[in-house]
């Protein structure tokens, strides 16, 4: 007896279905932008710092923030609507002392507003950063050797897969100079 229709499965698969939805909370923002915007507040605030610094740190309110980012001129409307999270990020009780780390905490604290706080932008950009950090390296190296037993071919962790013998690198390109022309200079004990 054959199957009903409504158990008999289809082969093929369908095409209008969608994928399932990602589990957890989803992100509000993408972690590449808050870097980028990190990194941009970085740079506009090491040219400004100086200016803005001391009336920053006496501000009590975000007009105070306002009037201090004045001084800025060229960069003032660029955080003047975040005044009032500036200001959080001044009375935080882990604020830096020193001029280049309170431009990086300043910068990566604000990058993220207004999707995600303070605090969060923060994480987001030091997660980011070691990701980018992480992201290309060197895992293994692999050379075309000769050995002395007899074997050629490639090299497993800088030994001869038959002989187990190790061998050591040659670093006499570091040693020479190069001259003018681009062609390595002969070092200076092989002159004669």
């Given at each position: 007896?054959?199957?009903?229709?409504?158990?008999?499965?289809?082969?093929?698969?369908?095409?209008?279905?969608?994928?399932?939805?990602?589990?957890?909370?989803?992100?509000?923002i993408e972690p590449t932008t808050v870097v980028g915007r990190a990194d941009n507040y970085r740079w506009?605030?090491?040219?400004?710092?100086?200016?803005?610094?001391?009336?920053?740190?006496?501000?009590?309110?975000?007009?105070?923030?306002?009037?201090?980012?004045?001084n800025a001129r060229p960069y003032d409307q660029e955080f003047a609507p975040w005044a009032e999270a500036?200001?959080?990020?001044?009375?935080?009780?882990?604020?830096?002392?020193?001029?280049?780390?309170?431009?990086?905490?300043?910068?990566?604290?604000?990058?993220?507003?207004?999707?995600?706080?303070?605090?969060?932008?923060?994480?987001?950009?030091?997660?980011?950063?070691?990701?980018?950090?992480l992201a290309h390296h060197i895992i293994r190296y692999e050379f075309y050797i000769v050995c002395s037993?007899?074997?050629?071919?490639?090299?497993?962790?800088?030994?001869?897969?038959?002989?187990?013998?190790?061998?050591?690198?040659?670093?006499?390109?570091?040693?020479?100079?190069?001259?003018?022309?681009?062609?390595?200079?002969?070092?200076?004990?092989?002159?004669?």
């Amino acid at each position: 007896m054959a199957r009903p229709k409504s158990i008999r499965k289809d082969g093929k698969k369908k095409l209008d279905i969608t994928p399932p939805k990602r589990r957890g909370p989803h992100r509000q923002i993408e972690p590449t932008t808050v870097v980028g915007r990190a990194d941009n507040y970085r740079w506009i605030l090491e040219q400004v710092w100086d200016l803005v610094a001391a009336s920053l740190s006496e501000a009590q309110s975000p007009e105070d923030i306002v009037r201090a980012l004045e001084n800025a001129r060229p960069y003032d409307q660029e955080f003047a609507p975040w005044a009032e999270a500036i200001l959080g990020v001044l009375k935080e009780k882990h604020f830096p002392k020193r001029r280049n780390a309170c431009i990086n905490f300043m910068a990566d604290s604000i990058a993220g507003i207004p999707n995600v706080s303070p605090r969060r932008s923060r994480d987001i950009c030091l997660e980011e950063r070691a990701r980018r950090k992480l992201a290309h390296h060197i895992i293994r190296y692999e050379f075309y050797i000769v050995c002395s037993c007899g074997r050629k071919g490639h090299s497993i962790n800088h030994a001869c897969r038959s002989a187990e013998q190790r061998f050591r690198f040659r670093q006499t390109w570091a040693a020479c100079s190069y001259n003018i022309s681009g062609l390595p200079a002969v070092p200076a004990a092989d002159k004669p």
